[in-house]
């Protein structure tokens, strides 16, 4: 799954993106936003998450995360985690990964499951709204089941 948004004119308010993906699904997730991100892993992710901000800004570990995750390489304004056990001769590709780069700062931290928004099939909630209005607030629950159109449809293109 790909999101992305474009930097708004200089002066506009910038909301963050929360992405919550559904606990049972494999994750490959590559975020590109212009203000701060909220990324929520689902508590059983094991992989490779790479993270790159702005000069300035941070980023932070949530506390129920921070047992589980290895800082692997840190520069300035890009960091290279491990989350979860990792297992030697394993091929990297059976792992989960996370790529963020953002313009503001990162907040990486552990997904539960709200009721109010779970789905029979976990695809995606979007709130109620107009045009920008939606992506303004948007949330995006991803699984395993999540229609190739209907995606498509709702960001413009998805990642393979």
Known sequence: M??????????VRKDMLEV????DARVDLDVNWAAPCLINLPPNFTGKVDLH?????????EH??????RVLNEERGVQLLWIGEYTPGTEESEFDHCFVRTQGG????????????????????MPEGT?????????S???R??????????????KS
Request: proline share 7%; with cysteine.
């Open 64 to 69: 129920a995360l921070k047992p589980r995750t």
């Open 106 to 125: 990162i907040t990486l931290g552990v997904w539960e499951e709200d009721p109010e928004f779970r789905m029979e099939n976990g695809a995606i909630w």
């Open 145 to 158: 089941s999540l229609p190739n159109g209907l995606m498509r449809g709702l960001m413009g293109r998805q």
């Open 20 to 23: 919550y993906l559904c606990p």
């Open 53 to 61: 901000v702005a000069k300035r800004d941070t980023v932070t570990i």
């Open 141 to 143: 629950v991803a699984g």
């Open 2 to 11: 790909h999101i992305q948004t474009h930097k708004r004119p200089a002066g």
């Open 131 to 139: 045009g920008g209005e939606v992506m303004e607030k948007f949330k």
